[in-house]
C-alpha cells in the first residue's frame, strides 16, 4: 500500500475535506461579497432625515412665494415676446411645397405647406411666416421625412433629409402661393 499512504497524507494535509469534482474547483474559489448597506439602512440614518427635512422647508417656502405672484401662464406659449433675428427669419422657410396632399391640407385646415431648415424651431417658422406673408399664424406642425438610399448602377447616393412645416393660419387669413394677385 503506497497508494493507500499517500492519500491518507494528503487528507491529513488539506484537513480530511471532501474530495472536490470536476466544477467544483471554479466554485470554491468564489467568496460572497461583503454587502455595503444602503443610506437609509445605515446605523444613524439621521442625514437622510436632515436632507428630507431641508426639502421639505424648500418645497414649503415656495408655496409660499407661488401664492404672492399672479399666474404666469403658459411660458411655452409666450414665444411671441421672444425676438428673432429677421436675416434667420428670412432663410427659415427654403421653398413652399406645391403637391396634390400639400393642397389638400390647404382646402381641408387652412394650411400652407413649406421646406425649412433642418434645425428650424416652430417658433421660428411662425414668426417667418407672419414676417414673409404678413398673416396671423394659429399653429405650427412639423415634420421629419428621412432622405431614401438610391442606387446609380454600382454607386450607392441618397437623398437629402427633408423638414416639412404645416402652417395652419387663423380663421379668416389666406396665403396666396400661386403668384397670382387676389
Known sequence: GGLAQDQAARGQAQ???????A???????????????????????GAALRRSAVAGALQESARDQSRDRQAQGDVRMSAAIQKFDEGRLMKVLVAPIVSEKATMVA??????TFKVLQDATKYEIKAAVELMFKVEVKGVSVVNTKGKTKRFGKSVGRRDNVRKAYVMLKPGQELNLNGEAA
Open 15 to 21: 484537513g480530511d475535506e471532501p474530495e472536490l469534482g
Open 107 to 112: 382646402e381641408k385646415s387652412n394650411a400652407v
Open 23 to 45: 466544477g467544483d474547483c471554479r466554485r470554491s474559489r468564489r467568496k460572497p461579497v461583503p454587502r455595503v448597506p444602503q443610506p437609509g439602512e445605515r446605523v444613524g440614518g
